[in-house]
């Protein structure tokens, strides 16, 4: 696991959306695992203008999305992949049928979850993955457990997240309680992963990745174990950090 402090959100954006250019260059038909949240945003914003500048050609990317809330119809403002398509999707030169989020209103999760991984199977898997985390340590919607889950499948959001995503609604209540996300399996098997992580509430995660331990009460730490994966974070954050990377 490598560490990188960058200066600010900014550049940690940047530096984000230089990666995702140098693997969509070398390898046109990328297959990029993507993810929804504040996190991403600056990365998402810094893709389009690329994209726009032609300085990054999406014709023949795939994208697949860590999660989706359940049940939610995808038209939903409030869906991921409505942020999705808002955010980047609709401004880039993507083709849309190669644009996938789990569907949040289908009837079977269960199956869902198995089409999931399939899918991203026959595309060859992840080229990279793009991970945010949650102040409890959660990737994907993979929430803090005794037990992980290898596939992608239908799971229950915690209070705490739930609390956390509330700013993004009207009011607590219409947070959606589940969600469909990818499972450890796909993510941890993403050839290039980075994770990026930022503010106060969130120094306690990289603490315990600074650790070196693992733990399945802190998701994130299960990136301990793969071999290309970079935590990125920015001055403030660090300052306010108890380990040492
Ligand atoms: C979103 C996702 C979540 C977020 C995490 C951080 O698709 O999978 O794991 O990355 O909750 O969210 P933000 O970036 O809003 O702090």
Redesign the pocket.
Same mark, same amino acid.
């Given at each position: 696991m490598k560490f990188l402090v960058c200066k600010d959100y900014a550049a940690m954006s940047e530096w984000a959306a230089q990666v995702v250019k140098e693997i969509v260059n070398n390898k046109p038909t990328a297959v990029l695992g993507?993810?929804? /949240? =504040?996190?991403?945003v600056g990365m998402y914003n810094r893709l389009v203008e690329m994209n726009k500048a032609g300085e990054i050609d999406f014709s023949k990317v795939t994208t697949f999305?860590?999660?989706e809330y359940y049940p939610i119809d995808p038209a939903n403002d409030q869906s991921?992949r409505y942020f999705m398509y808002q955010n980047l999707h609709g401004h880039i030169n993507i083709l849309p049928e190669n644009v996938h989020v789990p569907c949040g209103n289908c009837e079977d999760p269960d199956a869902e979850g198995k089409k999931y991984d399939r899918m991203i199977e026959e595309a060859g898997g992840l080229d990279f993955q793009f991970? /945010? =985390?949650?102040?409890n340590g959660?990737?994907?919607?993979n929430e803090p457990d005794a037990e992980l889950v290898a596939g992608t499948h239908k799971t229950a959001l915690t209070e705490n997240?739930i609390e956390?995503?509330s700013r993004f609604f009207e009011k607590i209540e219409d947070v959606p309680r589940f969600a469909i996300?990818m499972g450890m399996a796909p993510i941890l098997k993403a050839k290039k992963i980075i994770i990026?992580i930022n503010?106060e509430n969130?120094v306690p995660i990289l603490d315990a990745l600074a650790s070196g331990k693992i733990t399945t009460q802190i998701p994130a730490t299960m990136l301990q174990m793969h071999n290309d994966v970079t935590v990125v974070t920015d001055e403030a954050t660090a300052a306010k950090m108890h380990e040492s990377f």
């Open positions: 993507l993810a929804t /949240g =504040s996190t991403p999305n860590l999660d991921y991970l /945010g =985390s949650g102040v959660h990737i994907g919607f997240t956390v995503n996300t990026l503010g969130k």
